[in-house]
């Protein structure tokens, strides 16, 4: 896996990298979309994965589309959780789906964080076919685990506020 480009893992063990230990109190949700299964198995086993090392035991919570994420989230936001990861898979095709469900996913997400104080991670996958969403999703071969990475940024601003 290449780490072009990527900032280096900031949580190992229950601490981030400067020495703050995660409350094990700390209550993350992760809300995941259901379309393109084995793309979303990746993802959301990433940010299980950074939740786990950070020491902490993450709700999963699903919905059908990511045009879903952003309600999801803004209803686990206003039930205490100090961090939402939110992980989706958008594939371009021959509608103006991709983008009508793109853009009211991103605008919806970036709503809930900056009007609730509660750190949204951005794990949506916007590609062009399956097989660049495959490279990102966190499994065997990917080049990226964007899954990972969400959850990573979400719980590391959530401690930094
Ligand atoms: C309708 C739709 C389409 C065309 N494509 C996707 C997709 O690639 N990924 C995804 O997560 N959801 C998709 N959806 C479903 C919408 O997100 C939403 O669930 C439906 O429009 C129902 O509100």
């Known amino acids: 896996m290449?780490?072009?480009g990527r900032?280096?893992?900031?949580?190992?063990?229950?601490?981030?990298?400067?020495g703050t230990v995660i409350p094990r109190r700390m209550r993350v949700a992760i809300v995941a979309a259901?379309?393109?299964?084995?793309?979303?198995?990746?993802?959301i086993a990433g940010a299980q994965?950074?939740?786990v090392e950070a020491g902490l035991d993450p709700e999963l919570v699903r919905v059908p589309g990511s045009f879903e994420l952003s309600v999801a989230a803004a209803v686990l936001a206003s039930r205490?959780?100090?961090?939402?990861?939110?992980?989706?898979?958008?594939?371009r095709g021959g509608t103006p789906h991709f983008?009508?469900?793109c853009q009211a996913a991103t605008n919806g997400l970036t709503e809930v964080s900056v009007h609730t104080g509660v750190p949204v991670g951005f794990g949506?996958?916007?590609?062009?076919?399956?097989k660049q969403a495959l490279d990102r999703a966190g499994?065997?071969?990917s080049s990226e685990d964007k899954g990972a990475e969400a959850a990573e940024a979400a719980i590391v601003t959530a401690l930094t506020l």
């Open 80 to 91: 205490k959780y100090q961090a939402i990861v939110a992980l989706g898979v958008v594939i």
């Open 99 to 101: 983008d009508y469900v």
């Open 124 to 130: 949506l996958l916007t590609c062009d076919d399956e």
């Open 139 to 141: 499994l065997p071969g």
């Open 7 to 18: 900032a280096a893992s900031r949580i190992s063990r229950g601490t981030l990298d400067d």
């Open 2 to 4: 290449s780490n072009a």
């Open 34 to 43: 259901s379309w393109h299964e084995e793309v979303m198995d990746g993802l």
């Open 49 to 51: 994965r950074v939740c």
